[in-house]
């Protein structure tokens, strides 16, 4: 990473003072009790705890429905993450080449994100739901006998659907900024170097947007293994069967429902090592190739 | 730019209404009665209760201290939108300048420690925060309702990859002229910034103003109800003693929803193409 | 005798007018999970308690759901931010109950304050589950509820049956059911009402140390023949149509019923107030069924479900007394009729079932006496309840096996042994941590 940069002793340190101020006092001082509090088995309350060293750990890596979760959140999550992104590019991209309605398209398009993952959740039980849910209706009615109530396979379309559908609007969003960025100058060019569009996409734009892109890929895994226990937890809440549960939305059940200090401190822990390593190979592996 | 072709209308329009339908449905069911929606599903058409449940959501007064409404719900939701989206901004366009355009010992572990705010995510580490703003004396307050939202990375991280997509010659160009890091930050920098800090600014808001599990925990105070502790609060039923008033609950969702859209609508026209100020 | 009371209102008005500006409202806080409508109840009752008296000026606020309300009361507890009351569910009692010196308990706080606590005050099924093993409560019960069984009046008459009293007469009338066009029975809750209140209507052990009211518990008891059986009859009946499983969610199971698929539904005491809302039907209530080949006759009473109300400890003398006279004007026999009639919820105590009665009200809502008259019933060892450590964790561990049960995927054999072996490894875990 060569680049002109500055030589300055102290600007950089203050520049980055308040960021680092926040995180160390707002995140790495509590995520640090968290990870304290993985080594010990305490009662909710704190009035008696005992150090376990890697107890927990065990405790929860060898729980059989530990290993059967994280195959779930692999798959939940490559899926939502790839869907949402794959849509969102798409539409990103036709709305960027249209000139004309572009305003109300990006309007209409973008509208969606605002929707609160409790409203989300609720609506898919609503849309999904046995007796009255239009959704669980149409599925039926193409033969598919559909039961996500008593069928892990349906229960985890469902929740993969309105994950996704959340989700699209925000990379709808990042995608489109990304898009715009592009200086107008290279775009035109392009057009007039590269007239077909499937090929101006994969040589010229596809190259520029990777910035963005490589966030977006970044973000999206992490929001499909952090931010999407809002949707499980109204809609199936791991049911049935638990086949529905993701690692973070255990940790959510053990945690903040269950009172279990110690086992959901081990299981996040787990998970931030997990989702570290992922991102480090994303770093290292694709962020080589990106041209800035 | 290029011909525009049906095809890319027709998939913009499929797009369309595979988002908004949703949305319309919600708008339609909220005019129906609680009974209605419980026994028949969410509604397509227009119902007969929207004077009654709108009228109620809106200037009903209601809680405790009988001033909770939707107008204060709002508030504070915007409150919580607007502060967390200014505040990210603010502080992570600079770190991301910090990291990307100065070469300082511990550059790249500190980004790396900044990264690392996005593997614990609050929900995980709510207990200990909680000790952190009661210790600091910040509880049942804005700043603390805020500040600890503030601490994760992804502004950040988004502006970094945005800096590092900004040409060489843009900076080569600056210093020629004499610029020091403070006027090409200012003065170049920025404005080359304004699709992307609109874009972040649209997200982060509707993050802050959707944030439903910290406000719950740590205000105590009805006068900084949001508007999602408002609709959680109204389905929460337990075992079918009344029916949840789900024309409420869906009236204050789609309310919910508005502010966000007119945020989009104020920034759209910073989602300009190309980079006019940048074509020397 | 006018005139004398007249000085002695007088009097007091004055007294309290001077108290009133030597010493500003003592506040005591309560922190509940009571939203919607209920709600509003608990912010009326509040505002009469605090303009029945001006020492003490108690705020309710509403914390989110039973977890989230729970969570809230552990992180301020550990921030020295405790409420003075606040609202634990079921399956949290073990956590509150069993974290030495959290809570202060309820009958040691009521007799400090002059408000003398007496067990037999109160009703029968409800005073024990919060309470220790001498019958001393250590929570009140506050929102509380049993299971009963709500049945379509029109589906039996077609069918030319009766109400089951037993599962014995169930399995006689549930074929007429079906052939009437009905699935004869679903239930909302199978941890609460197929297993907890299964083993308290039997009068079987559900763990050791008396159900874990006298020690930490560490073994289940989940796993035995009598539970086998039930649920190998369940899942037969569910096979011949007569029994409907539609997952684990409450309002799934209960919709069935207001749609009249299925002619009869196992829920809970409180419901016929969403039930008269919502079914276009006649309905009745009776109580819940048993095995009458394992009481062998004897008709034993259930216990609550719900929440009770704890104080937290470490609060100065005056907020405690502030407490306690909440305690007492909440079980007032008038609070309590008015909590009962507005939510559905049993009252408390006899003397609030006594005036219920006079009022006729019973007469008006005859089904809401159901689930009091069954709490008031035979009460043998093991009708107390239960108090097991990560119980919210337990109930997922019956859930996730039930499903998997009445999907078809696994044995009730294998499920019982999976419940059991998961539920004895997590007791095991709470007994550590509350060394």
Known sequence: MKRQQFDSSTLPYLLIAPQLAIIFIFFVWPAAQAVYQSFMLEDPFGLASQFVGFDNFIDVVSNEHYARSALFTALFSGLVAFLSMAIALLLAVKADGILHGQSAYKIMLTWVYAVAPAVAGMMGVFLFDRSIGPLNHLFNATGWPFNPQLDVFDASVTVILVSVWKQISVNFIYFLAGLQSIPRAVREAALIDCRNGFRRFWTVTLPLLAPTGFFVLVINITYAFFETFGVIDTMTRGAPGGGTATLVYKVYQDGFLGADIGGSSAQSVILMILVLGLTIVQFRVLEKRIHY | MHRIKLTDHLILIFGVLFLLLPIWVVFASSTHRPETILNQGLQFWIGDYFWETYSAVLFDNTGFTEAVNAVLMLKNSLILGLGFSVGKILISTIAAYAIVYFRFPAGSFFFWIIFSSLLLPLEVRIIPSYEVVSKLGMLNSYTGLILPLIASATATFFFRQFYKSVPEEILEAARIDGAGPFRFFVDILLPLSKTMIAAIFIIMFVVGWNQYLWPILMTTDESYFTVVMGIKQILNDLEGNRIPQYNKALALSFLAMLPPVMVVLIFQRWFVKGLVESEK | ?435
């Open chain 3, 1 to 435: 005798m006018k005139a004398t009371k007249t000085i002695l209102a007088a009097a007091t008005g004055l007294a309290m007018l001077g108290a009133g500006a030597a010493n500003a409202a003592t506040e005591i806080t309560f922190w509940h999970a009571m939203g919607g409508g209920l709600g509003e109840t608990v912010n009326t009752i509040a505002k009469d308690f605090n303009a029945s008296q001006s020492e003490y000026k108690l705020t309710p606020i509403y914390k989110g759901g039973y977890e989230e309300t729970m969570t809230a009361g552990i992180a301020a507890f550990r921030a020295g931010e405790a409420p003075n009351i606040i609202q634990i569910f079921d399956a949290g009692s073990a956590t509150i109950i069993n974290a030495k010196g959290a809570v202060y308990p309820v009958a040691k706080l009521l007799n400090e304050n002059g408000v003398p606590f007496h067990a037999e005050d109160y009703i029968s099924g409800v005073r024990n589950f919060y309470a220790d093993s001498k019958g001393d409560m250590i929570g009140m019960p506050f929102n509380s509820s049993t299971p009963v069984l709500y049945y379509n009046k029109d589906a039996l008459a077609k069918a030319g049956v009766q109400p089951p009293k037993t599962w014995e007469e169930f399995e006689d009338i549930a074929p007429k059911l079906k052939k009437a066009g009905y699935i004869a029975l679903s239930q909302s809750h199978t941890p609460w009402i197929f297993s907890e209140n299964f083993h308290s209507r039997h009068n079987i052990p559900l763990a050791d140390e008396n159900n874990g009211f006298d020690g930490v518990a560490t073994k289940i008891n989940y796993n035995n023949e009598h539970m086998r059986m039930h649920f190998s009859k369940a899942r037969a009946w569910q096979q011949a149509g007569l029994f409907g499983y539609y997952g684990s969610k409450w309002g799934d199971n209960q919709k069935p019923f207001i749609d009249q698929e299925v002619a009869m539904w196992l829920g809970s005491s409180g419901s016929f107030g969403g039930l008269k809302s919502s079914a276009k039907f006649d309905f009745g209530t009776t109580n819940l069924p048993y095995w009458n080949s394992i009481t062998k006759g004897e008709e034993y009473t259930t216990f609550i479900g719900g929440a009770a109300l704890f104080a937290f400890s470490g609060k100065d003398k005056a907020e405690n007394e502030g407490v306690a006279r909440f305690f007492q004007f909440l079980t007032k026999p008038e609070t309590q009729v008015f909590w009962h009639k507005e939510t559905g919820y049993v009252p408390i105590t006899n003397a609030a079932y006594t005036l219920a009665k006079e009022t006729g009200y019973y007469k008006d809502e005859p089904d809401a006496e159901v689930g009091i008259q069954q709490l008031n019933q035979k009460a043998a060892a093991n009708n107390k309840g239960y108090r097991l450590g990560y119980y919210v964790q337990i109930r997922e561990v019956m859930t996730r096996e039930y499903d998997q049960v009445f999907a078809g995927t696994k044995s009730v054999d294998d499920a019982f042994a999976a419940i059991e072996d998961g539920a004895n490894k997590l007791l095991a875990r709470f007994a550590k941590t509350v060394q």
